[in-house]
């Protein structure tokens, strides 16, 4: 069996990338880890340095699927919003929610530090950007993050956020300066390497083909072997839905594509309509996220879609929603285009929890950015090794059906309608503001 990682931006500046044996015939373990992504990569390290001995299994290779594909942005919060959250749970969870959210942000950069991998990190600040003249709106959401989570926004109206970003389409935006950005791939490494240096296994090329109960534990077959152990974590997220391992998990994710591309080096013109070197993204509901690299290139990701297949034309179709926001930027050159599938949950929340004894969920962290990875992954491995419960923050979310085929049709019409009233209020903006 052979696997190779996407060619994507990341992939190209990890060409070293050690790829680890096949499982064959047996393996005993404590922790079973089904998914080598960051959540999964994040527990068995945590699983390790709470004394349980841990093995990975990986259908591809470490970082393959979304966690080594997607922008890189690291920072608190949930797809679903908190205002959603509130709504579901009450403002006391929304805070503990937000708070473990914001733990996991801590972890990624203390993780860096401790391993001397500064490199990782790419640039820092958020800026979240609005493609419509309602000032209100955000003002509103800035006083409630003050009010409610004791998170303090700047506000930039028009001529401030001008002196970051030269673009005609945006009108104001609220500026976070404790998000950062990193390279994701080469985290997904930096776990992998420490939890091998650890004594824990890692099976690449290893897909779990199936996952039965065996006395009081579990065990899960590969193609040519199966691991037997106390406890297993299904950390799989969108690519594991198509194998159906164990479908309660499965059939509540809803695999959701995006689209990533990135420039060749560019001339001095990309410094100077874009003066910001952390993240960008805009309020819209399917928006755009995007951030410089290596000081002159342009990582831009886009496009979301339940669509499966990579459009032929994926480097054209995003460079033409870059030049519609920087028309100054010209025939720049696209050197990279990928796709990816992320994995959401229909209540945009991830799924996290015991289903049950011994068998944990550790999946739907689509949308969320990267530190709802580190965040569930500490919270499993504490569950099943300390009965640590504050992992039941999260379950009480619980993990409904999706809809399958059904769903997926659901949720590609409701992103046409939010295209459509992003549109509408686009366009109602640029004529108020001529």
Known sequence: MHASHVASYYAARQRDLAVQPELVGKYHTDVCIVGGGLAGLTCALEALKLGRRVAVLEAELTGWGASGRNGGFV??????????????????????????????????????????????????????????????ALKARQERMARNYNVELGFLDRPQLKRFLQSDRYFCALHDPSPFHIDPLAYADLLKQKIMRLGGKIFEQSPALSL??????????????????????????????????????????????????????????????????????????????YRIVEGN?????????????????????????????????GDFHVEFAWSGLM???????????????????????GGHGLNTSAMGGALVAKGLATGDDRWRLLAQFGHPWAGGAAGRAAVQMEYYRLQALDWFEEKRAMLRSR
Request: with cysteine.
């Open 75 to 136: 920072s608190a919060g949930f797809a679903a919003g908190m205002d959603e959250v509130e709504k579901r749970v009450g403002l006391d969870d929304a805070r503990s929610l937000y708070k473990l959210s914001a733990g996991g942000v801590q972890y990624i950069h203390q993780m860096i530090e401790r391993e001397a991998a500064g490199h990782i990190v790419q640039g820092r600040g958020w800026l979240k950007v609005q493609r419509h003249d309602n000032a209100g």
């Open 212 to 289: 039965k109960g065996v006395g009081a534990g579990w065990r899960v077959n590969t193609p040519l072997g199966c691991v037997h152990s106390e406890s297993v974590v299904l950390a799989t997220s969108a690519y594991g839905v198509l194998n159906g391992v164990w479908p309660q998990v499965d059939k509540a994710m809803q695999p959701v594509a995006t689209y990533v591309v990135t420039s060749a080096s560019m001339g001095p013109e990309l410094g100077e309509v874009i003066r910001f070197n952390g993240c960008i993204a805009d309020t819209r509901r399917a928006g755009d996220y």
């Open 297 to 329: 290139r342009l990582l831009w990701g886009g496009r979301i879609t339940t669509r499966r297949t990579e459009p032929a034309l994926l480097a054209e179709m995003l460079k033409e929603q870059i030049l519609e926001i920087y028309p100054q930027l």
């Open 343 to 365: 994995g959401y949950s229909r209540h945009k929340m991830p799924i996290v929890g015991e289903l049950r004894p011994g068998l944990w969920a550790l999946t739907g962290f």
